[in-house]
């Protein structure tokens, strides 16, 4: 195992920072490292607003939770999809563009390619010995979370990357069976399977959770799964991202 | 600048492989690699199809261009939305999660959750001297890629991942000029700088195919997204994605 893959493996979110600053410089090679991720097309359908205003910190963190780790951390990355840029090049080049822009297969576009490049940003800002921790609150309210950054018509904040100095290293959480997660040449669609396997990763979580709270928590997989689900959390998103002039068609 | 940003930086997309095959042990820890991105409220909503079989990565580099060095890759891994599972936790636990599973906001934690765990797959082949490229191409078709992949209900492929023994490795690609994509504290809306921060990279790109192709071609990045874009391709994937119950409210 090289040492790049023992960094991989060895993730885990870090919600507690010391009170001390990254450099300009690490925030650089962190955003040039998001830059060099693959991109559909070479399309680059996204933006990074990085957020070192202590008073915008407080803003996002507050309507990301509050999450009070947000207002702690060294600096704020929010990784946006971004098809304002193409507006701009329909206008140079003087051509209506606005049918793709709006469809379906560009936002999913932007999606994955923010994601893929705030993934190189997460792993080189871990090389360096930062920790760091996605924060999807910030869709809780993407009508504020828009006006603090400024963030114009056919661009949505996806997620903040938070990073810092770690003070406490978390557990690494238990993933899926792999066998769940990974399915060679067709998807493994027996019902009777993927419910023991599932059964099994129950008690996988269960008895970590055990562990790790001394016993004042034990819900499996499934039981928190239905919990945030049950919940119906963000249902104005479709709504949002197509007055974005975003996935309209 | 430490091993793993090097890595990360030296990326560039590979079309070219060895006729040499990588191992099983490569592939698990790919996975496992994959697995240890971050994900949304823990929800995991993504899968993996491996494909080794050589007729289905025929039948997938034909559907996806042709693109035949799908076919000739050591290994093709296609990333899904996987909200399916979600399903069968709705059943175990006997809750109607159906509002939220087909929900914008899943919808989009899936497209992260999948991409976050892609990159990761991507670095870890790369930190291996493998070589990587994405295939969006599998977008053309997916009510084929389904059948193939015997893909159910609520599961998404969004794009392929190959990996393989590199035969020639391509230039880096210019990206976009660092403060077109980055912003500090706000989004920088000012058209007339963004309009010069796109001419002076029109003019790295021109030079970059003018020096690759020899003259033969010199498109700046603004015509070739126009191009891109003026196709209106896959506009068939509102109607597919919300067929498959998802993004539907």
Redesign the interface.
């Known amino acids: ?5 023992e ?3 060895d ?1 885990r ?1 870090i919600r507690s920072f010391e009170d001390k600053p990254v450099t300009e410089e690490q925030i ?2 962190i ?8 991109t ?5 359908a ?8 202590p008073e ?1 910190k407080a803003q996002l963190a507050e309507l990301a939770g509050p999450q009070t780790y947000v207002e702690k951390s060294a600096h704020v990355f929010v990784f946006c999809v971004d098809l304002h ?2 507006d ?3 206008e ?2 003087g ?1 209506d ?1 606005s ?3 709006e ?4 936002f ?2 932007g ?2 390619d ?3 490049a ?3 940003a ?3 800002a871990e ?2 010995d930062l920790g ?3 924060i ?1 609150g910030i ?1 809780n309210n993407l009508h504020a979370v828009s006006e ?5 018509h056919r ?1 949505l904040p ?2 903040a990357l938070i990073i810092g100095h770690p003070k406490n290293r978390s557990e690494k ?1 238990p ?2 069976p ?1 066998a ?8 493994q ?1 027996d ?1 009777q399977v ?2 023991e396997q ?1 059964q099994a990763y129950n008690e996988t979580i269960s008895s970590y959770y055990d562990r790790r709270t001394k016993g004042k928590r034990k819900d499996t ?6 919990n ?8 104005y ?2 709504e949002y ?1 197509e007055g974005k002039g975003l ?1 309209k ?1």
Chains 1, 2 share one sequence.
């Not at 955003?31 to 693959?38: D, L």
């Not at 996204?46 to 205003?53: C, E, F, L, T």
């Not at 469809?103 to 560009?106: A, G, H, I, K, L």
């Open positions: 195992m090289n040492q790049i893959i960094k991989i493996l993730h979110s650089r090679t955003v040039e490292c998001a830059q060099a991720a693959s559909s097309s070479y399309i680059q996204y933006s990074i607003i990085g957020v070192s205003n915008k840029r193409h701009i090049v329909a140079m080049e051509r563009l049918e793709s822009i469809s379906t297969e560009q999913m576009v999606c994955i923010a994601a893929l705030a993934q190189n997460a792993i080189a090389s360096m760091i921790c996605y999807g869709r603090i950054l400024n963030i114009p661009v996806l997620f959480k993933r899926l792999l769940n997660v990974y399915h060679e040449n067709g998807y669609a019902q993927f419910i599932l997989w499934t039981e928190q799964m239905a945030t689900l049950g919940k119906k959390s963000r249902m998103m479709k991202v996935k068609r």
